[in-house]
């Protein structure tokens, strides 16, 4: 089976310059070269179906990639760990050339008539991928007395005093503001 990742380039490096539209979606991870991340750390499923969209380039010297990575991804709220499902679209601008050392970072290789792009779709989607998320940015999260999400209902729990700090109030009485 032939991986959706792999562009044949040929008619590009005959006609320098010249550019080819790349447009298609295929599974995130087909090959499933990817073990699933921990439960709750944001992930991207290996059938997840991934969108690339752009141009492909050739210059003297190698190609270039210039377009948009998406794909879904799962994760927990950091805060009140409700699932999340959201979309993550990635701009990249990539380099390759021919015969490219497997040591250098600077731009992705390529050998004979057809590119690879999924190592480049994996490293944007990878690099993007949020360490924690939120399901959104004003999360009030899970109380830490009695566990009710906040932000679906209020709770009147107190914060508790830290024991280094329990001598301070009672010294300043139940009115800790000093007035």
């Known amino acids: 089976m ?9 008619a590009l490096l005959r006609n320098v310059p010249t550019s080819r539209a790349i447009n298609f979606t295929a599974p995130f991870d087909g090959k499933r070269e990817f073990e699933p991340r921990p439960e709750g750390e944001p992930d991207v499923a290996s059938d997840a179906p991934t969108r690339i969209e752009g141009s492909l380039a050739s ?4 190609l270039r990639f210039v377009g948009t ?5 799962d994760a927990l709220c950091r ?13 990249v601008k990539e380099r390759y050339v021919e015969d490219m050392p497997t040591d250098n ?13 999924a190592p480049l779709v994996h490293d ?3 690099l993007e991928l949020p360490l924690t998320a939120l399901c959104k940015e004003d999360c009030l999260g899970l109380c830490a007395q009695c566990g009710v999400d906040r932000n679906e209902s209020p709770c009147d729990c107190a914060a508790p005093i830290h024991p280094r700090w329990a001598k301070l109030s009672e010294l300043l009485g139940d009115d800790s503001s000093g007035s």
């Open 124 to 126: 944007a989607i990878f």
């Open 105 to 117: 970072d600077e731009a992705y290789g390529y050998e004979g008539d057809e590119l690879d792009l």
């Open 59 to 62: 210059y003297p010297g190698g």
């Open 79 to 91: 805060r009140c760990s409700t699932p999340i499902h959201d979309t993550l679209s990635v701009l």
């Open 69 to 73: 990575v998406s794909a879904p991804f």
């Open 2 to 10: 032939s991986s959706p990742y792999l562009i044949p380039i040929a």
